[in-house]
């Protein structure tokens, strides 16, 4: 009994409110949940004026940005600010060895010059409202995950097609708090988005990788983007007659700056946390799958860096996936460190024991939670061998690009080998392999991917448990005694797929009874015994996982929430629009160490370095600079902020969101968090968690003073 109550006790302290900075919480619910918080700590605003449904808000300027990234919209035009990294891919499209606008930055000096960038959309919320009971209508407690599913997306089919029918819309329906809740997104999307100007790399992605995820940073992670739409100012595909969207809001532009502990929001589509998940899940991801990853990551990135160092065109080739392999690789460091530095799996444990010691206080949490936490830890225990082997499969067999490109073959392989053929589908097939494969060869190196073959299936061999290898390395094994360094010099002198005329030539003349060309190609072998390894061993076993702990983390959700029942709860990021809010701040990484809450260009002038590529700095910049031309964009303290910290809890996703002030204008743009706080997606620590901004004002005095694009600058209500 005295155990108990020692155990209740101590539930009740847990039970305090969450600190301000932490979470990412619904538009919809801000007036709710939030807005008197918001308001204590600086906010001007009321709940209207950020989200509304009934009249013109802040929410009608943010979009989301291909899917993977948060954009502002910040002119009556249409005119659209999110990072560099974000556009990245659009502007390497756009790049070739001649019009190298990656290296060298793309201005457009009027609408007429804005290129359209195929493919890219841009998303605006146009309202959100909760559906929970329509989404689970019929859902009983016996059925099982399965019939719980079918049944729940069968009501959410339901519930979009009649929330959009006949607007031109598109709606979404999402789980919230792992399925206890569901929200309806009705949104109108954007297809003519066209990029209107970029900085060169050598400010954009100023620091490179090197700074990726640090601060100081002296990144000037930008670019512009504007979207058209039909005569209607309606969302249309790319036409040469569409014109620039007329928004029903725009963000004003702040040049007055910031001081530390001013009031920060930040309102963006984060893409993924897990705030409420077990020990036995960080566990798994800080010290099994992390490590891993990182690993492999490790060893791609030494490969591709070391040719693209020695070869231009590499270089844009590679540029972007090596940027995307780097980036998680880097991050995964950071959030493993993170967790052990913050004793985040002591912490959950101890959680953990309070949850059970609650549970088991009564007949009725017992019956609904007592099992739980075992269920977890069983279930996760399970699970670890196959998904190491996941991993492997995943991101060191499929890592190799030759593997993923042989794999779209596998199509072509079944319907020319079915009785009777069917021309139409080889047909079809063909036309698909041949957009793949001119897609595929523009940015491929045969060299590399050699070496990243060589790599790869050395870690698979010495790394996996013989018991769940792919087929072909009992080949390998007997053939090339194992060795992944002859198998590979093998496949790529024998494949007919490594090399683009080959395969276009290929698959011109394509009749079905070719298809033994293909069967005995080896990386057409390699491919299907990678991926057929992935899809019958683990990804059975993985969708069981999948359904088991989705239901777990379900029930566990829900006792968590009834357990701190005084606990503001915030749902984890699901790629829906959120709003998190903190303060601008200093942290300390380190004892002793305080890092300033903004970086200036003084800092870029100091990590100056020719000799290294990522530290290149303009000449025009460094002129702006020793001549103190800054225009209205200084500081008053007189010096050109770059970027700054503040305490909002971001995540991927938020990259390119608004950082705003207490009124509503644009003072940033966030663009990453620290390293120091990267384990934020799974803990959040108020001490050591930052996102990092691009001061709007460094934007704008790139675009005026380095780009000369005052049109653009004339678009937007800059405030003084
Ligand atoms: N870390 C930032 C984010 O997660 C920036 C990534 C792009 N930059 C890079 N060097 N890879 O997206
Ligand atoms: N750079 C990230 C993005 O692309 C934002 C940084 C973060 O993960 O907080 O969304």
Not at 251 to 270: H, N
Request: aromatic share 12%; net charge neutral; charged share 20%.
């Amino acid at each position: 009994m005295k155990r108990l109550m020692v155990c209740c006790v101590l539930v009740i302290a847990l039970c305090k409110t969450v600190a301000a900075e932490e979470g990412m919480w619904i538009p919809m619910l801000i007036e709710q949940l939030n807005i008197k918080q918001m308001q204590d700590i600086g906010l001007k605003l009321s709940a209207e004026d950020i989200y509304s449904v009934n009249r013109s808000s802040l929410k009608d300027a943010i979009v989301q940005f291909g899917g993977g990234c948060t954009a502002e919209i910040i002119s009556p035009e249409g005119l659209i600010l999110t990072n560099h990294h974000c556009g990245y891919g659009a502007i390497q499209r756009q790049s070739s060895l001649e019009h190298d606008y990656l290296t060298n930055g793309f201005w457009a000096t009027s609408h007429d010059e804005e290129l359209p960038c195929p493919g890219l959309t841009v998303t605006l919320l146009i309202r959100m409202e909760e559906v929970t009971e329509k989404a689970l209508q019929g859902v009983t407690g016996s059925m099982n995950q399965m019939q719980r599913g079918q049944l729940v997306k069968q009501n959410i089919e339901k519930i979009e097609k009649e929330a959009t029918a006949g607007t031109g819309y598109e709606a979404k329906v999402r789980p919230f708090y792992y399925g206890n809740q569901y929200y309806l997104f009705v949104n109108e999307v954007f297809r003519d988005v066209r990029l209107v100007g970029a900085p060169p790399s050598s400010i954009g992605k100023f620091g490179g990788d090197t700074d990726n995820w640090m601060w100081p940073r002296h990144t000037g992670d930008f670019s512009l983007f504007r979207i058209y739409t039909d005569k209607d100012n309606k969302g249309a595909a790319y036409s040469k007659d569409n014109v620039p969207y007329r928004p029903k809001y725009f963000l004003p532009v702040s040049l007055k700056g910031y001081q530390k502990k001013d009031f920060t929001f930040v309102f963006g589509y984060p893409g993924t946390t897990r705030e409420y998940l077990t020990s036995y899940a960080i566990d798994l991801t800080t010290n099994i799958e992390n490590p891993l990853r990182i690993d492999l990551r490790k060893k791609k990135l030494d490969i591709i860096n070391a040719a693209m160092e020695s070869d231009q065109l590499v270089k844009i080739q590679y540029s972007a996936k090596a940027a995307g392999i780097a980036n998680f690789w880097k991050k995964m460091i950071g959030e493993s460190r993170g967790i052990k530095r913050l004793n985040g799996l002591a912490k959950k444990q101890a959680f953990e024991q309070k949850f059970q010691c609650w549970t088991d206080s009564l007949s009725l949490t017992m019956q609904r939670y007592g099992g739980l936490l075992r269920s977890f830890e069983a279930t996760y225990r399970e699970y670890r061998a196959t998904d190491i082997a996941s991993i492997y499969l995943t991101e060191a067999g499929q890592g190799i690009e030759l593997v993923r490109f042989a794999a779209g073959f596998r199509e072509l392989v079944k319907y020319s080998k079915a009785k009777p053929i069917k021309p139409d589908l080889v047909a079809s097939s063909i036309k698909s392999l041949q957009r793949t494969t001119r897609e595929f060869f523009r940015n491929y190196s045969a060299a590399v991917d050699k070496q990243l073959m060589s790599a790869m299936l050395g870690a698979m061999l010495t790394g996996m448990d013989p018991k769940s290898t792919p087929d072909i390395f009992a080949f390998i094994a007997k053939k090339y005694a194992g060795n992944a360094d002859t198998y590979a010099a093998y496949v790529f002198g024998h494949t007919l797929l490594a090399d683009s005329s080959t395969v276009l030539v290929f698959l011109a003349d394509y009749k079905p009874s070719m298809v033994k060309n293909l069967e005995k190609d080896p990386a057409f072998n390699l491919a299907v015994s990678i991926y057929q390894c992935n899809e019958n061993n683990v990804l059975p076993k993985a969708m069981v996982f999948n359904a088991v702990t989705d239901s777990l983390q379900r029930t566990y959700m829900q006792g968590q929430m009834e357990m701190q029942r005084d606990k503001r709860f915030y749902p984890d990021a699901n790629s829906t629009l959120r709003i998190a809010y903190g303060q601008v701040n200093d942290y300390c990484p380190a004892d002793a160490v305080t890092y300033n809450f903004f970086t200036t260009l003084g800092g870029v002038i100091q990590k100056e370095d020719p000799a290294i590529y990522d530290y290149t700095v303009d000449p025009k910049l460094k002129f702006l600079y020793l001549n103190r031309d800054f225009g209205p964009y200084c500081d008053r303290d007189s010096t050109m902020h770059v970027a700054f910290t503040a305490s909002n809890h971001t995540t991927g996703g938020n990259s390119g969101s608004p950082v705003l002030n207490a009124e509503g204008q644009l003072i940033g743009i966030n663009f990453d968090r620290n390293w120091e706080g990267t384990m934020s997606d799974m803990m959040y620590d108020p001490s050591q968690c930052r996102n990092i901004a691009l001061d709007i004002r460094y934007c704008l005095f790139i675009i005026d003073k380095m780009a000369g694009a005052k049109w653009l600058i004339a678009e937007m209500n800059i405030v003084r």
